[in-house]
């Protein structure tokens, strides 16, 4: 047992949790070893809701406008929402991170499972508020059955992942019947070297007996975890019961769950398998429908990617096993590759359980590598989670210096030996273990894209335009893995999400490309306008995306607005009401998301960005930036010059071909732009205008201080 | 061998007996909700509704709350339920029950205590093979 020094110590008062809500939050100093238990105003209920509003609010009076990543100011938030918690109503068990981001500068905020969210909720707390930076290693643990916070020191070793988190298990539980009470958030080593970083909440898999992991994701949470130099958050809670999060109306909110779990067993071996394969349905959909990122998001289709399609994941996943990441999740799309042996890096050999991986994973480190073989992808999942490194950023990245090599910007002797050639695994996973040392070029490709195009200019004096088209970031944070090159309204949904381009506020292109409901820039902007919002209350709530859409009852294509799934809308109004007896229709639970995203909107200006210019895409994310992108869809992109722009492309040159498209397109774009900001209450420069702040009720002093320095 | 409550729905006469005998032997009252066992009138017979012991909701159990004793009986763990209903919801012949103001759901666990409130023995415990 790991020898631990008490350094601070906060005894508090243990109260049952009513309508969704302890009413205080929980602020931890690193500096000062302060820890305070605050309250939670009505201010903050009405406005913020719970959730990423509470995170925003409490970084928003934390930190200054100068405030970067790694100043001691900056935060690490965790909150949970008046619905987080709730076992009854499947995607339940969701926390929301945010903190300033080493990649973007700005807030990122990631949604993620586990258990540490509901238990940290059930211990006291509507949040966590980490500031400060500690001068040793500290964990800090939240005894949600005694009533005490602790920071503890932490001499371990021990930084990666899979293990620390079993180990802390055992070491914080009463004994091994306890382990499921018990769940922690760790990093990993590269994330003391790379900004494309990631933070890990495990839950205990009783009948597999190991710390499952599941990722917060995107925008660098670990490098500021471990830069504060925390090893660990712990939390231990047992005291879950089926009405822990204290209902108004406990009837109709085990119905509603009742009926969700009913039409999964009913609908969900028909419609997505999320039970069977979780999100890696989507490879084989996105390989069809030319949407699969392959070489940097050059192509959207291969022949290859049938080496990666879900039936060879469903071979190495285990089965029948009730994968939720948190109580109650019937949809169960967290698999796991069980008795897992790499064949490289320091756990060569060893059996490991491995969560995922999910169809990001697989686009990231698969496709868009060219690697088509399932076994290393699963590999390459693994040592990101265990190391603490974004599956997403760390694919695109790697992409992005694969596409440089292919050009000659990179070689082996700028590499450090390495071939970074499409498809050699080899290499690849050399970057990788690179990360996790924090030596060679693989400390390069972690700090992303955007760094990477300054470094590759000014040091080989590659073409930053060249950079810029290819380079697959927007506001810093790498694109999440789907070809937006044929959706408008998709180059929109990435580009203009506030925290930068990840598909979590808008994913259009089936309704965009495929189906044609939304053919004209207003009814695009309409689009980008509901489903952002729509989708950001997931993340005040404390709940999962995945139960709203990736099942749906079975008459809903009957429905007036399919895409917005209307039943299960209704069941969030009603569960959130049986919560926390507040009523709530679907228009108001817009305007709740609303307040909160114009908030995380001028929270961006504040700190530097969410300007017109911080939305504009790589042009790779538009249209072909090289001949053989042209090429390879020649016939498509011919067609649309003759029937979207009049020009008939007989005698012309393929560059002049791409320069025409491109000009339309990025026009295009523009026109879109336009019409979204409007929708959305901004000024064209994508400023909110303190008139569309007073009609939410957010024209707070802070807000409108901030707003009216772009006015 | 596995024992359980078997149902002959060709001898019930829907009087609720068994129903009434067993939400008064576990929860000391006369709500049929509370029954373990329920009986649904159909048009042309009724219908007996109880646990046959089958085990699906013991593999979608999240947190192992769903066992299975020596005698092939599967019993709900009060301490470890938490109430999520999935084994409601996988139940193959809609044997696991909810009622008003509960939280963990109930299931038939072929006690024999409802046997002599049936006028008709259209509810025997008897044994079968594992499944």
């Known amino acids: 047992m790991t020898e631990r020094k008490v350094l601070a110590e906060f005894p508090y008062e243990l109260k049952p949790v009513e309508k969704g809500y302890n009413r205080r939050t929980l602020y931890i100093n690193l500096s000062t070893k302060a820890i305070e238990s605050r309250p939670v105003t009505d201010l903050m209920i009405d406005k913020f809701v719970g959730g990423k509003g509470f995170d925003l609010y409490l970084m928003w009076h934390s930190v200054k406008d100068t405030t970067r990543w790694n100043d001691p100011e900056n935060e690490i938030c965790i909150a949970f929402g008046p619905l987080c918690g709730n076992t009854n109503y499947p995607g339940s068990g969701k926390s929301i991170v945010t ?20 238990y940290a909720k059930f211990s006291g707390w509507d949040a966590i508020e980490i500031q400060g930076k500690s001068e040793e290693e500290i964990i800090v643990f939240i005894d949600g059955d005694k009533g005490i916070v602790q920071i503890l020191s932490a001499p371990d070793e021990e930084i990666n992942s899979h293990i620390l988190a079993e180990r802390l298990i055992a070491e914080f539980a009463d004994n091994p019947n306890g382990y499921q009470y018990v769940s922690v958030v760790s990093s990993g080593k590269a994330a003391e070297y790379v900004p494309i970083s990631c933070l890990n909440f495990s839950f205990w898999d009783k009948r597999r007996k190991v710390a499952r992991l599941k990722q917060a994701g995107r925008g660098g949470t670990g490098m500021v975890f471990r830069d504060k130099k925390i090893k660990a958050l712990v939390v231990k809670y047992s005291g879950l019961k089926g009405d822990t999060n204290h209902p108004v ?8 769950g009742l009926k969700l779990h009913k039409e999964i067993e009913e609908g969900d071996d028909k419609q997505n398998r999320m039970r069977q394969v979780g999100t890696a349905h989507l490879v084989e959909i996105m390989n069809d429908y030319d949407l699969l990122p392959i070489k940097n998001f050059k192509y959207g289709q291969m022949e290859e990617a049938k080496g990666l399609a879900s039936w060879e994941f469903k071979k190495l996943f285990t089965q029948g096993l009730p994968d939720g990441c948190w109580f109650g999740c019937s949809l169960s799309c967290c698999k796991a590759v069980d008795n897992f042996i790499p064949r490289t890096g320091p756990y060569k050999g060893q059996k490991v359980t491995v969560d995922g991986p999910e169809y990001e994973t697989v686009g990231g480190c698969g496709s868009n590598l060219c690697i088509w073989n399932a076994r290393d992808v699963v590999e390459l999942n693994f040592y990101c989670d265990t190391y603490g490194i ?26 450090g030996g390495l071939d970074l050639s499409w498809g050699n695994a080899d290499s690849v996973f050399e970057l990788i273990h690179q990360m996790g040392r924090g030596e060679g070029f693989g400390v390069i490709v972690g700090q992303g894209v955007h760094k990477m195009k300054e470094i590759f200019a000014r040091e080989y004096g590659a073409d930053p335009k060249l950079l810029q088209d290819i380079g697959m970031e927007a506001k810093g944070l ?32 089936f309704m965009d490309m495929v189906n044609n409901q939304i053919p004209t820039f207003e009814d695009k902007a309409e689009a980008l306008h509901y489903f952002p919002m729509f989708r950001t209350w997931f993340g005040l709530q404390g709940l999962c995306k995945l139960p709203w859409n990736d099942i749906e009852p079975a008459n809903n294509a009957e429905t007036d ?18 919560i926390t007896g507040r009523p709530l229709d679907k228009e108001e639970l817009i305007r709740q998301s609303e307040r909160v995203y114009n908030f995380q909107k001028v929270f961006c200006m504040r700190m530097g960005k969410g300007r017109r210019i911080d939305d504009i895409p790589p ?29 008939d492309p007989e005698g012309k040159s393929t560059q002049e071909k791409m320069a025409l498209l491109r000009a339309y397109r990025e026009d295009q774009y523009q026109q879109l732009v336009d019409a979204v900001y409007k929708r959305k209450g901004w000024t064209k420069e994508g400023i909110p205008t303190i008139e569309h702040l007073k009609s939410l009720g957010m024209d707070l002093p802070e807000v409108v201080e901030v707003v009216k320095r772009f006015l | 061998m596995k024992k359980f409550l078997n149902t002959y729905d060709e001898d019930c006469i829907a009087c609720h007996a068994c129903e009434i005998s067993c939400a008064r032997i576990y929860f000391k009252v006369d709500d049929l ?19 046959n012991q089958c085990e699906t909701c013991v593999q979608v159990c999240p947190t192992l709350a769903l066992t299975v004793n020596a005698q092939g009986v599967v019993l709900v763990n009060n301490r470890l339920c938490v109430g999520c209903y999935m084994c409601i919801a996988a139940c193959p012949n809609e044997s696991m029950f909810r009622y008003l103001g509960g939280i963990i759901p109930i299931k038939c666990i072929a006690c024999g205590l409802c046997l002599d409130s049936c006028p008709t023995e259209a509810i025997r415990i008897e044994e079968k093979q594992e499944n």
Request: proline letters at 5%.
């Open chain 1, 390 to 415: 974004d599956t997403i950023s760390f694919g695109t990245s790697c992409a992005f210096a694969m596409e440089c090599y292919e050009y000659g910007i990179l070689n082996k002797e700028r590499t």
């Open chain 1, 478 to 509: 790498e694109y999440s893995q789907y070809m937006s090159k044929e959706s408008l309204a998709q180059q929109g949904g990435y580009t203009l999400a506030l925290k930068g381009p990840q598909h979590d506020e808008a994913w259009l292109i």
């Open chain 1, 619 to 647: 042009y790779r994310a538009v249209g072909p930036v090289t001949e053989e992108e042209y090429l390879s869809r020649k016939e498509r992109y011919d067609k649309l010059l003759k029937e979207k722009q009049g020009i």
């Open chain 1, 99 to 118: 903190t300033i981001s080493p990649l973007t500068d700005i807030p990122i905020d990631c949604n993620v499972g586990g258990h540490f969210g509901p």
């Open chain 2, 33 to 51: 909700e509370r029954s373990r066992i329920r009986i649904e009138e159909r048009e042309k017979s009724a219908h007996i509704v109880a646990c």
């Open chain 1, 249 to 256: 109306d406990l009837e109709t909110l085990q119905k509603t």
């Open chain 1, 561 to 578: 607005e399919p895409a917005k799934v209307p039943e299960h809308v209704q069941n969030y109004i009603d569960i959130y009401t049986a």
